[in-house]
């Protein structure tokens, strides 16, 4: 670590374009993965059931709309920064890790690992592998040809195509060009990871896009299903040069990002936490005690939020549309305030499941919220 800089791990946001395919990822499932990973920041994506409620759409125009829409996706991810140390890597890749076993996926997620080396490594091998790709280079898929003539060689490894995939099976491996300092690095980030008892397949074909990253890169990845290769959920790797590439002092770090949505997809909805139902307040107009009656319905409505109940206030029409409206917005009971309410230190409140009505107090009221309602000291 770097003498007098302490080691920092930051949490970061972004949001990318590119196509994730057709999915619904509802406010729910978001809230699961918002639950475990705090900070972490969503918008509103069109969901497949909304699509669906347009019967004057044929299925495949909505499908259609649904990856139009579906092009945004968002991440989450980690930085350590000011340390090479190889446990730092570890200690990176177990903090996702903790996350993947929180959201209870671990079962259908593994983890994937390959040492790209430091520049002397990479030089070596980007030499050996273009020497190879150049033989089989009619073989290869358009873009991959594209990626050998700009001189992205590495990028060929991480193809999809089949066509390339046959051809990359057969080619020079890093690990066989990875300096001595390389290699007992990557050995110590390993039997890190043995040592949690973290199991992980080592990926000779594994790469980053960016030619700026070196030693340690990795992916969770979701266990092929036969129809097809698994999808990286998380993806990470260590970038020591990067600051100095973009014209700043030298400080390492290892960072990943994880897909909100992949992640979502995964969970199961047994994580989806019950979301609480709104609690409606409705003074009942009558001649001479209105002004005390919003004073209290405004304190009343005011407790209840700062206890974590969500509460809504009627400020006009009748009570009878303010219970119309409430309806709509599935609210759980309507409160009723009044004069008789006041006189008597007791609330009429109206249970809307069952339409039965019971007087309570205040702190009756609050009582019967203790899911997500603290007590006051």
Known sequence: MSSGRPSITSIRLATDCSTVGPCSVTRDLKEVVLDKCAHFSFSNHLSITSLKSRTDLPSSFALLLILCFQLQFHQFGIEHMHSTHAYTDVHTIEMAWTIIEQLQISECVHLEINSLGDEASRANYRVGLETYLKKHKDSLSPLSKSRLERGSVLRVLDSKEEADAVIVQDAPTLSTHLSPSSSSRFKQVLEGLDSIGLKYTIN??????????????????????????????????????????????????????????????????????????????????????????????????????????????????????????????????????????????????KDMDTAKQFECTVDELHSMFPLYIPKND
């Not at 990002?257 to 992949?262: F, K, L, N, P, V």
């Open 204 to 349: 000779q074909r594994l790469v980053r896009g960016l030619d700026y990253y070196n030693d340690t890169c990795f992916e969770f990845v979701t266990k092929a299903d036969g129809t097809g290769p698994g999808h990286a959920v998380i993806a990470g790797g260590r970038y020591d040069k990067l600051a100095e590439i973009m014209g700043g002092q030298s400080t390492p770090g290892i960072g990943w990002a994880a897909g909100i949505e992949r992640l979502a997809l995964l969970t199961s909805d047994k994580l989806i936490p019950d979301s609480p139902r709104p609690v409606a307040i409705i003074p009942v107009s009558e001649s001479g005690t209105m002004d005390e009656m919003w004073s209290f319905a405004m304190r009343l409505t005011h407790s209840l939020r700062a206890n974590g109940v969500t509460a809504s206030i009627c400020y006009e029409a009748t009570p009878a549309k303010h219970t119309k409206r409430a309806a709509k917005e599935n609210c759980k009971y309507c409160v009723y305030v009044g004069s008789d309410e006041l006189a008597k230190g007791k609330l009429l409140v």
